[in-house]
């Protein structure tokens, strides 16, 4: 016999606490194809055939001037876009409390960018140096994930794909030493995830980071890796591809910057 004070239809004002951990572990559509996607993803990194780190052919950086003692210095100081950007994002958020789910692991991640890829461009012939540009690139990357999951599916989704991807992303890094495979997962599946999320309607009260931009941008990064000699040749050697990927990877934080506010939450884009 149901009590007088919760007729048929009518929700108890408190819920047994077995009840309420149901209501908020209960999964949503968008987080169970999430979740699908990450399983697919792991599976992929872990069973895939080995791809040997000696399969990666040490690309050639056709600038390799020094200036003021500092070798391949295009290449190296041109990491220091990634410095400014994660220093400027990191006193951005400052103003925003709390901090969007991965905003400042993504601003530490440019800084740490700005470490390893600078060490790994000092001397790019010695392959070891890799880990330390890809550790920085990892954490980076860890941080938009959890920004683009949050932004699109809810926050502990986001805060769920940051955790997952801060730990697969590092060791994925370390294992591509001698295994390329999880990294390539890791680089290539999480863009294809971040593609699909940036597809997806943003959920109501994002604070409208445009993830089409900082997508663009990373295209255009990519692009500008593939023509390091074309745009080297074409700008009578004042300039490499290379040199111009590292700037235009680092204004892929621009949009997320911009969309950090101080004086409250952007409006999301329709």
Known sequence: MLPVDHPVG??????????????????????????????????????????????????????????????????????????????????????????PVGASWFFVGLILTCIGSGFYHLDPDLPQRLVADRLGMAVAFAGFLGIAASERISVRAGEAVLVLTMIAGPLAAWVARENLTPWAVVQYGGMALAVGLALTRPRPGAIGVPLGSVLFFYVLAKLLELGDVTLFEATGHMVSGHTLKHLAAALAAWPVIRALRPTGPAPFPH
Do not use: C, Q
Request: charged share 15%; aromatic share 8%; no cysteine.
């Open 10 to 99: 009518a929700t108890p004002a408190r819920l047994p606490s077995a009840a309420r951990r149901f209501a908020v572990g209960r999964l949503d559509a968008r987080e169970k194809y999430l979740g699908g996607a990450l399983l697919v993803l792991t599976l992929t990194a872990l069973l895939a055939p080995v791809l040997p780190a000696s399969a990666w052919h040490i690309p050639h950086y056709v600038d390799s001037r020094a200036w003021l003692g500092v070798p391949n210095a295009g290449d190296v100081l041109s990491n220091l876009a990634f410095l400014a950007m994660g220093v400027w994002g990191s006193e951005r958020l400052r103003a925003r409390h709390p901090a």
